[in-house]
């Protein structure tokens, strides 16, 4: 049996996608086939398509799935046909395709309260945001937090869960996300274009760097000493850290199914919420990269692969 993928095989622009039809994907004694129902876009997938991590080709992209187990793995007791999950996929499996296998252990019950377009923008952006705030930013109650690029896939996740901490947040965002992000519940929304935060946030605990460049370099002005400078993107210097008695780290975010599910939890409770400011069938991928390379974007996009 075959399915739909969209595969690349060669690196370029939107025009490199192709959908092509391959063998039906089998899961190993420990995985899972889910029939993707949807799958979101993020910076990865764009990044990877024009060259900048030199994956193996031919490649599928995608690295969020929301949908329904179709066959397990013999071990893989847990699931059974027809469980809503949804996960972040590792790097060596695409889910820009009707089908994809994913390891049980990255799984998670997809939250009730979401439809599978909702569920599909939260693992990536979610465990990268979990991740920075809490892993490697050590962010605690009461502590005072900034965001850099609030109004993105990774910021908007990012600020629901500092304020569900129990963390003061400001964020960096252009002007037409101020009011969004006030009602994702920032305390201090920036407009980037039109102020220098370094000028109006001061003494925080964790700066959560999502943009790097000279975004990052200006932070540790407002970083507390003992503070912590986390970046999605690229070493912070260890020298100005010094500098500033800070910590700076980079990290790459990592599939974990608990911190998915307890992500999960927080969205059935109501403390979380994604915001998916637009969808795309299947077959206009190359749209929705497009869009979300260079366009301004809110939350994130998503793209409908199965009714
Ligand atoms: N290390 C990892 O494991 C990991 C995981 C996930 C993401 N990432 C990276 O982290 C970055 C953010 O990811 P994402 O999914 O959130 O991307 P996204 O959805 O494209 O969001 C990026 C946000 O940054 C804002 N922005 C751009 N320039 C800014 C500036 N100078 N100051 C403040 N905000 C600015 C954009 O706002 P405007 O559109 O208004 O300019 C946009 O809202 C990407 O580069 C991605 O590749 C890394």
């Known amino acids: 049996m075959n399915m739909k993928a969209v595969r690349i095989h060669a690196f370029g622009g939107p025009e490199v996608l192709s959908v092509d039809q391959i063998p039906l994907p089998q899961p190993l004694d420990d995985e899972v086939t889910l029939r993707v129902r949807a ?11 024009e060259g900048s ?15 329904v187990v179709e066959m397990c793995g013999t071990r893989a007791h847990t699931f059974k046909k027809g469980d809503p999950l949804f996960a972040m996929l590792g790097n060596d499996r695409g889910g820009n395709a009707e089908y994809v296998v994913v390891k049980a252990t990255e799984l998670a019950a997809k939250p ?5 377009v909702e569920a599909a923008a939260v693992p990536l952006a979610g465990i990268t945001a979990w991740q920075g705030l809490f892993d ?23 600020i629901q869960f500092a304020k569900a901490a129990g963390a003061f947040v400001a964020t960096t965002v252009s002007a037409e996300d101020t009011v969004f992000v006030r009602e994702l519940g920032a305390d201090q929304a920036v407009d980037y274009k039109d102020e220098r935060f370094e000028e109006v ?3 925080v605990d964790v700066v959560f760097d999502l943009v790097a460049g000279d975004t990052q370099d200006r932070s540790w002005k407002v970083l507390k000493p003992g503070g912590t400078l986390v970046s999605t993107l ?11 008695r800070a910590r700076g ?8 199914a608990a911190q998915l599910a307890q992500i999960g939890r927080l969205i059935d409770d109501g403390k979380v919420t994604p915001f998916v400011q637009t969808t795309y069938p299947l077959a206009q991928v190359a749209k929705a990269e497009e869009r979300l390379e260079n ?3 809110r939350g994130k996009i998503v793209l409908e692969v199965s009714a």
């Open 234 to 244: 690229s070493r912070p210097s260890q020298e100005k850290a010094r500098l500033h």
């Open 136 to 158: 490697h930013g050590g962010l605690e109650s009461g502590q005072r937090l900034l965001i850099h690029g609030g109004g993105g896939g990774v910021g908007h996740l990012a």
């Open 112 to 116: 009730e309260r979401l439809s599978h």
């Open 53 to 67: 991590t030199g994956q193996a080709l031919p490649v599928t992209l995608g690295r969020d799935v929301s949908g």
């Open 201 to 203: 946030v001061e003494e």
């Open 295 to 297: 366009d301004h974007v």
């Open 249 to 256: 780290v980079s990290y790459l975010a990592e599939p974990n």
């Open 39 to 49: 799958a979101s876009v993020n910076p990865i997938d764009y990044k990877i398509r």
